[in-house]
């Protein structure tokens, strides 16, 4: 007796055979009913087996692509992201009304029949010839299947999803074959379970779990049978049966397969007229699809996961391969954001800074010790609006952020001293620090060619009565200019240098920054983490951790998951103990009775720099605890506003320093993400205090000036500001009592175009 299947109709051979034996119909009955131009079908019986016995034995079946799940580090739901929205279920998860819908409407004779209905192909091709056009197609369930497996293999390539779509003999030839194996491999019930699970509903679902939520809010196994049939009829033409944009289209079309399923039995005659007359019932989920959904502002940390993905090797060798993966989706990733630490982020940016303010703000917290961001918001939404952005101001250029960072000034110079703590030099060192000196020379760099002072620069101090000698402590808190850059020029820019190397501090877009004296000052675009991650190396006892934001990811493939390898924080001794506590002694001063009073926080040991940079463009605060590092940034991503009598988050301004904008904005961000923890302590050295001097100070506090580039606000006066732009882009010595200057310079004077100059000392143009 022939072969039986447990599915029903004829064996694989059998099947072939008697598809490739009907008369003319050889190798083209299938092409001939969405083809019916085709002349005489167009394919010789000859072609035809040669065709289809070349054909491989068996299809590849990639994994249907789903959606991609991240979490905080308690699990709690950031954001979705998809190629393609779809939640694969199981058959027995799928109301017994949407199977029968299905088959209804689409291939009411699907358990009667193998791959191929030949009586169905006949019928259809009967009826086309006497339309003279496509009235009926014949293609079975278990060949749509196929056309859908060749779709998802196309991923969103239009030219190879073109190819799995068109309409031609050989494509049918190559579907049929495969149709064959398939019923042979799975049999109905899982072919049925497949093409749920990958046909496309419209409204950006794929399957069958992803339609009944969108359109129902509710799983597939809790569709009643008017519901069930409005989704089977969607699946014919998804665009024209849109029940969203078409009710009274989409409705006609439910009725059909209501019908339908009362002539085949699947429903009785009153359970479909009844149904008929229901309405459609729709409950619409909007697609909540990309890092623009994140919850609690965490949309750029959102983004900023998914660069990690492709741009790290652990996660494929090229970056093609890593794309793969990210787009096949079906990834939990849990991440290290902390909620209480998010929150605290965005509820004190955005009540300190307005998304529409003229001036932007960015935070990130990390954890000293392991690396982990804990934290990462800004005052413009992510978005693409007025007032929004996807630029994330926290990351380097690579990751998704702005083209070089911002400019640091005095937050900087912590770096410095702890080098020289490393060369040797006694907490109480001291240098002459007058009110303004030419940059000294020569300096020692790493390659023994010492920097020159070829073209005479200088650098002064916040005012004339800031004079010195100064010892490093009352150096620090004043953040005194000239005290810094005769450090410099006494330990060489080496050590500068190697610790920078140490702290992985680099340029916004990747580059090392330039060995020359200015950069004591803070000159050069750095990210917000990357001062973050620098900073906790010193509450961490000199301890640097990479910065890392994924846990874990386990990725789901069919019916099975497994567990992805995730890169992994490397820490390594950036500089000595006794270093990293003389500069938490040095900086907990600047908190205490410094420039970042405003900043300090009243319950647990902190530490901290305030800097602000060239003509108020930028101010920042970057700080720390035993437990907890975070750097803020306030200024324009374009580096056009000057935050000089500006309101800023409701708050009028004459003058925007690092203390008074970003320390706040660090304080209430801090205060609310160590809520409830540990406080810990530093392990704080004795560093005699100086005798006391009075000086006299700016009317806003500020120890570091309204004037020009420089330290914390700029130093200098009009004519050493000019020197500086023409010599090197702009140097941290800008102008004094105005941004503006007082006489005219000539157009084209100052360009700084490679954001360095030609001495690579100052900020150029070309902002984000």
């Not at 390539?157 to 190559?174: E, F, N, S």
């Not at 940390?301 to 993966?325: H, M, Q, S, W």
């Not at 998304?355 to 693409?384: C, F, H, R, W």
């Amino acid at each position: 007796m022939p072969k039986k299947r447990s599915g029903g109709g004829l064996s694989p051979t059998q099947q072939a055979a008697k598809f490739l034996g009907v008369s003319v119909l050889a190798g083209a009955l299938m092409a001939g009913i969405a083809l019916p131009a085709v002349g005489a079908l167009g394919l010789a019986a000859k072609g035809s087996v040669e065709s289809f016995d070349e054909l491989p034995a068996n299809m590849k079946t990639p994994p249907l692509s789903q959606r991609t799940t991240i979490l905080d580090a308690n699990g709690g739901q950031i954001a979705t992201v998809y190629s393609r929205d779809r939640t694969v279920v199981d058959l027995k998860d799928i109301s017994p009304y949407m199977q029968k819908a299905i088959v209804a409407i689409e291939d009411s004779r699907f358990y009667e029949h193998g791959a191929i209905d030949l009586k169905g192909v006949l019928r259809a091709l009967n009826k086309n010839a006497q339309s003279g056009g496509v009235a009926e197609g014949a293609s079975t369930l278990t060949q749509q299947y196929v056309k859908n497996v060749f779709v998802e293999e196309a991923g969103d390539d239009p030219t190879k999803v073109a190819q799995a779509t068109q309409q031609t003999v050989g494509r049918k030839i190559v579907e049929l074959k495969y149709a064959i194996q398939v019923e042979e491999e799975l049999g109905k019930k899982k072919i049925l379970e497949n093409y749920l699970n990958i046909t496309f509903f419209g409204q950006q679902a794929y399957g069958v779990e992803a339609a009944s939520r969108r359109y129902f809010s509710k799983s597939a196994k809790d569709l009643n049978v008017q519901e069930a049939a409005l989704l089977a009829g969607i699946v014919q033409s998804p665009s024209r049966y849109d029940p969203v944009n078409d009710e009274a289209e989409a409705t006609k079309r439910r009725n059909v397969v209501l019908e339908r399923m009362a002539q085949v039995g699947d429903i009785s005659r009153a359970e479909a007229d009844k149904a008929k007359k229901a309405p459609l019932g729709l409950k619409v989920s909007q697609p909540k699809n990309g890092c623009i959904t994140a919850v609690k502002g965490a949309g750029f940390f959102c983004d900023y996961v998914r660069e990690v993905f492709l741009n790290d090797p652990v996660f494929g060798k090229t970056r093609e391969d890593r794309a793969k993966i990210w787009n096949q989706g079906g990834l939990t990733i849990r991440t290290t954001l902390d909620p209480q630490s998010q929150q605290a982020v965005q509820d004190s940016l955005s009540d300190h800074v307005k998304k529409n303010d003229s001036v932007a703000a960015a935070a990130t917290l990390v954890e000293p010790g392991t690396g982990k961001i804990l934290g990462m918001g800004q005052s413009k939404p992510y978005g693409y609006g007025k007032n929004e952005t996807e630029i994330n101001y926290s990351v380097d250029h690579g990751m998704g952020g702005s083209n070089f960072g911002f400019p640091t000034g005095s937050t900087f110079k912590p770096f410095v001293a702890a080098a020289a703590l490393e060369q040797g030099k006694p907490p109480t060192q001291q240098y002459s620090s007058p009110y303004e000196m030419p940059y000294p020379d020569p300096v020692q760099t790493c390659d023994g060619k010492p920097w020159i002072n070829q073209n005479g620069e200088s650098v002064p101090n916040e005012d004339e009565s800031e004079v010195g000698p100064y010892p490093l402590k009352e150096a620090m808190a004043l953040s005194v200019n000239t005290y810094f850059v005769q450090m410099v020029a006494d330990i060489g820019l080496c050590p500068v240098m190697n610790m920078l190397d140490g702290l992985h501090v680099v340029q916004g877009n990747g580059d090392k920054l330039p060995e020359v004296p200015a950069i004591s000052l803070g000159s050069k675009g750095i990210s917000p983490l990357t001062m973050a991650t620098a900073y906790a190396a010193f509450a961490s006892r000199g301890m640097y951790c990479t910065p890392v934001a994924i846990e874990s990811i386990t990725q789901k493939l069919g019916d099975k998951q497994k567990s992805l390898a995730v890169p992994k924080s490397t820490c390594s001794r950036a500089m000595s103990e006794k270093t990293a506590d003389t500069i938490n002694t040095l900086l907990r001063g600047v908190v205490d009775s410094g420039t970042g009073q405003e900043a300090g926080l009243t319950d647990r040991d902190s530490a901290g720099k305030t800097g602000t940079t060239d003509e108020r463009r930028n101010a920042w605060f970057v700080g720390y605890t035993p437990n907890l590092s975070g750097a803020v940034w306030v200024g324009s991503a374009t580096q056009e506003v000057k935050m000089v009598n500006i309101t800023i988050g409701g708050v009028w301004h004459e003058k925007v320093y690092g203390g008074r904008v970003p320390g706040p904005i660090w304080r209430d961000a801090m205060a609310g993400a160590l809520t409830g923890k540990d406080a810990g302590s530093f392990n704080l050295v004795d560093i005699p205090d100086p005798e006391k001097k009075e000086k006299d100070r700016d009317d806003d506090g500020d120890e570091d000036n309204d004037n020009g580039n420089g330290d914390e606000n700029g130093n200098g006066n009009a004519v050493q500001g000019l020197i500086g732009g023409l010599t090197d882009g702009g140097t941290d010595t800008g102008g004094t009592v105005s941004p503006d200057p007082s006489f005219s310079i000539p157009e084209g004077w100052i360009e700084g175009a490679d954001g360095g100059g030609n001495n690579g000392n100052g900020n150029g143009g070309n902002w984000p």
